[in-house]
Every structure is written in structure tokens, then in C-alpha cells.
């Protein structure tokens, strides 16, 4: 059974920084991309930035320049490094890992940025 567990969110104010972290277990050989998600109150959930099991990345064009998605496979984490915040960044953040034909969430991490 696959699980997913993230930490790292927390209270930050606008400029700062936060790493999130998402670490797989399970019997996870390869998967085909893990990514992060979030989901602001009244909000659609939506893309943040992904990364293959090869390393190929892609981030969404409001984070780009600021967040950088990285993995370390021999661990099965995927970490998100997020510089200068803006308080629109605040959301619930969301590990999501697609293996195979499946795919799986995390519970989530609360991410709140004061202006």
C-alpha cells in the first residue's frame, strides 16, 4: 500500500521561504511523476509543480522563478522549495505521486503566507 507523507508548511511571512517535503512509502520501483498541488479556500485544486522519475520538471508560470521541485529517488521524496512567497501562495499543499495507471494524495500541509 502506497502512502504519502509531507511536512514542511507552516506560518511565513511575504519574502520568505518554506521546503516542503513528501516522502512515498510503499513498494514504489519507478512511478511516473510526482508533483505538488494546492487548493486555496473557494478555489479550484491546481497544479504547482511536478517532476518525473527521470528528473524532467514543469512548474505553473505563477510559481515559476520562486518554487523548485526536486526529488532524491532513493528515498522516494520529492521536495519543493518555495523562495519568496506571496501571500497568494497560501493554500493547503498536496503530494500526489502516479504510478502506473494509479495514483495516490497526500493528506495535505497547510501553507500560510501574512502580508
Known sequence: QVQ????????VQAGGSLRLSCAASGSIFS???MGWYRQA???LRE??????????TNCADSVKGR??????N?????YLQMNSLKPEDTAI??????VGAQYYW??????????
Not at 504519502?4 to 506560518?11: F, H, K, T
Open 4 to 11: 504519502l507523507v509531507e511536512s514542511g508548511g507552516g506560518l
Open 74 to 78: 532513493s528515498k522516494n521524496t520529492v
Open 106 to 115: 497526500g493528506q495535505g500541509t497547510q501553507v500560510t503566507v501574512s502580508s
Open 41 to 43: 479556500p473557494g478555489k
Open 93 to 98: 499543499y498536496y503530494c500526489r505521486l502516479d
Open 67 to 72: 518554487f523548485t521541485i526536486s526529488r532524491d
Open 31 to 33: 512511478f511516473n511523476f
Open 47 to 56: 497544479k504547482v509543480a511536478s517532476i518525473t522519475w527521470g528528473g524532467l
